[in-house]
């Protein structure tokens, strides 16, 4: 199991990097003004929301806008948490990568129930948003298995034959 955690918190590491650098720098051009950002990243969301037909980006329906406020204030702190235990192997990774996961499935949910059944999204467009689905369900197998693991494992070397009788 070791190998396959491993390899899991490879990629979980280069999907957190990721958010780390583009919830602040393209997702958030969804719900802050352009002013706010340089013209060559309002330029590259202008040509990605062309060139791959996201019109949810480009006309920034108020459920992604929450969707996306929700990514810039929950989602992003927790990648950055996570970059850091995964890099330090902390205790506590489970436990967030678990919370991060089921956070971005839900949101995932509801943005790819609306590509789907709007009729508007390209195939190309639902292979942008499909991967971020997939890690969000392994970030979640990541949190429950090493928790299933952990409890499943002697956590002290004391045990019932370490008590004190009592008289």
């Known amino acids: 199991m070791g190998v396959v955690t491993k390899l899991a918190d490879a990629f979980l590491f280069v999907f957190f990097l990721l958010i780390a650098v583009l919830a602040p720098l393209f997702d958030a051009q969804s719900c802050l003004p352009e002013t706010f950002f340089p013209e060559s990243l309002v330029d590259l969301k202008d040509w990605y929301s062309v060139e791959y037909g996201d019109y949810m980006v480009a006309e920034k329906p108020g459920f992604f806008v ?4 929700l ?7 927790l990648s950055l948490l996570n970059l850091y235990a995964v890099v330090t192997g902390a205790a506590w990774f489970p436990t967030t ?11 995932m ?3 790819i ?3 789907v059944t709007s009729g508007r999204a390209s195939e190309r ?8 689905l997939g890690l969000a369900v392994l970030a979640i197998l990541r949190g429950l298995l090493s928790r299933s693991s952990a409890r499943s494992t002697p956590t002290s070397a004391k045990g019932p034959a370490s008590r004190k009788k009592r008289a």
């Open 66 to 69: 929450g969707l996306i406020w």
């Open 71 to 77: 990514e810039l204030l929950f989602q992003w702190p």
């Open 97 to 107: 990568c678990l919370i991060y996961g089921a956070s971005v499935l839900a949101s």
């Open 109 to 111: 949910a509801a943005i």
């Open 113 to 115: 129930g609306e590509l």
């Open 125 to 132: 467009l639902l292979m942008v948003y499909y991967p971020f």
